[in-house]
């Protein structure tokens, strides 16, 4: 049964850091595509980042881009967002999830709850 | 780049049928997935690659695409329907991930 659990959230100020951490279980993870999804409170469901599995390929919504960084440590099954110069607009809970072979994303983990407030 | 268009609401009565549309330019060329979102719960995938079923969605989830559409089908609606529905595609123009705008969908 795969299993993904996210850590790190929590409250920064504006202009600050977070590292979300996203561990795993259950499944071949060094096969498949992750992803980081956000949800702010109330809102929709917004696509952040993209990991192919090797490592080899990363893509960025253009509302991060150049401030997050996705990656991950195939020899120990988890997934990391780095997110610099937070904003209010960060915001949000995120989501781990996994990226079947057909591209749709089978498996989300229960998500962690960033807040940039001062 | 690729902007899905989805109804904010749609209510529907047990037992009818609720049927979610999902728009956008480039639908399609590409594969639609669906998910539905209960409240305090993370999204779960219901129909991937237009019309696919993963194992344990009740038959009573379906979907089509025509032109520039997709649709999402429910028959015969339960409470348990009761969810935040959204489509998705991939953007091959700008290597994104798009989301639908979503769909609350109410049992009356």
């Known amino acids: 049964h795969v299993h993904l659990v996210e850590s790190g959230g929590g409250v920064a100020q504006p202009g600050g850091s977070l590292t979300l951490s996203c561990s795993t279980s259950g499944f071949s993870f060094s096969y498949f595509g992750m992803h980081w999804v956000r949800q702010a409170p109330g809102k929709g469901l917004e696509w952040v980042a993209l990991i192919r599995s090797d490592g080899s390929l990363k893509y960025y919504a253009e509302s991060v881009k150049g401030r997050f960084t996705i990656s991950r440590d195939n020899s120990k099954y988890t997934l990391s967002l780095q997110m610099n110069s937070l904003r209010g607009e960060d915001t949000a809970f995120y989501y781990c999830v996994k990226e079947s072979p057909t591209g749709a994303f089978d498996s989300w983990g229960r998500g962690t709850l960033v807040t940039v407030s001062s | 780049s690729e902007v899905l268009t989805q109804p904010p609401s749609v209510s529907v009565a047990p037992g009818k049928t609720a049927s979610i549309d999902c728009g956008g330019d480039?639908?399609?060329?590409?594969?639609v997935h669906w998910y539905h979102q209960k409240p305090g719960q993370a999204p779960v995938l219901v129909i991937h690659s237009d019309r696919d079923r993963p194992s344990g969605i009740p038959e009573r989830f379906s979907a089509s695409k025509s032109g520039n559409t997709a649709t999402l089908t429910i028959s015969r609606v339960e409470a348990g329907d009761e969810a935040d529905y959204y489509c998705q595609v991939w953007d091959s123009s700008r290597d994104h991930y798009v989301f639908g705008s979503g769909t609350q969908v109410t049992v009356l």
């Open positions: 480039n639908i399609g060329g590409q594969s």
